[in-house]
Structures are given as structure tokens and as C-alpha cells.
């Protein structure tokens, strides 16, 4: 297993990922491949992000003990105040459990500001020596959302993609009964404009292999990913 360690909310978000370090060019036969983990592959009974952020001391572990030597974490901000939602509220969680366990431990704490480094991403760093961790809130550490969010930025601007997410929102807003909750719209984009390419249903990582998706359009995430990693 790599060194280098990606740490995700689930197994979409795992293939998703992959393919994205690939397209970047973070993962080839020059660089060591980056491992995408996520909390089941951990031990944990089920993903998700409050099993990530519960999983973290563990990683920590790993950390001091060199058996990895570089932790990213993604999560989904979601919406506030639902489920402690939120760029703020979701990288507080996250900075409390890694450095209420080092505190613990009687060890050196991680330099966390008070607010996240918005739209770039955090790399926090330790007084101490250990590896830097890298924290991304979806969709753009800024703003309440998902991965799906992301993804919405990330369609291609060609007239024939653009037609179809026209399309997609004329046949949502025409919905006779709408049964997912508001704060899912993005995924019900997603979902449906998928469902209508030429291959229905096309997976997120063959979409940015196929040049549906540009990852230009996600370049400060890209640009968090490679400092991590660098």
C-alpha cells in the first residue's frame, strides 16, 4: 500500500477520486499511487463522514508511527444546521478530533486557524514534525454542498452537454410530485443528466475520462490535491 493517502466518505467518491489523480496526473507509472481509503476499508461498520472523522485518530497513529506520510481528507460539507453541516462546523469536528486526540497523547498540536482557508483548501501543519494533513470541504471549502456540487462545475461548456442540463432542469421543474428534499437538487441533477448520455447511466469516472467533465473547471481543488501530494 502507498504512503500517500487519500481519505473519503465512500466508494463513489473512492472511484471518483481515482479517476480525478489520474486525469491530473498525480497517479502514473513515475509516481507512487496514491491509496483512496475509505472508513469500511478502516475497520469502520459503515462510510460516511462521521465515521471518517472518528476514524482520524487511527490514521494519526499511522502518521507518527511512518507507516503513511501523507493524509488528505475529503468530506461533504452538507447543509447547515442539519447533521453539524457546513464548511465551519464540519472542519471544526474534524480539527477537534485530530488534535483532542494528540492532546491525549501528550503530544504536539496541529496549527489549525480559526477559519478555514476558503476556496483553497487547508494543509494543516505540526510543530512537532508530523506530515502535514490536508482537508477538503465539498464542493469548494467555501460553500454548503456536496461533491455533486463539484461536479455541476465541472459539465463540459459545449453546446450539446449544456443543452442536456438545460434540459435536465426544465424536466425537474416540471416534476408532478417532487419527492427529494431541496438540499438534494444537485444530485437529481447529476443523476439525470448521466442517465442521458450515450451511455445511460455513465459512470462519473469514465465521464472525465471522456472529457464530459473538465477538470479545469475544478482547479483549486485540483491545485489543494497536488500540494498535498506533491
Known sequence: MSKKILLVEGNDDRTFFKAF???????????????????????????????????LPTEIKRLRSGDIDKLAIVIDADFAPNNNGGVTSRRSLVAKKINGFLQEQNYG????????NYQKGDIFKHANGLPDIGLWIMPDHQNEGMIENLVEQMISTDTEQQALLAHTDLSINNLPTKLFKDIHLSKARIYTWRAWQKEPGIRLPDALSENLLSIEAAANFSNWLVSVFK
Open 109 to 116: 498540536l496541529y496549527e489549525i486557524s480559526d477559519q478555514p
Open 21 to 55: 489523480c489520474k486525469k491530473l496526473g498525480l497517479t502514473d507509472v513515475d509516481v507512487p499511487e496514491i491509496t483512496i481509503v475509505t472508513p469500511k476499508d478502516r475497520g469502520s461498520q459503515r462510510n460516511g463522514w462521521t465515521n471518517l472523522v472518528d476514524h
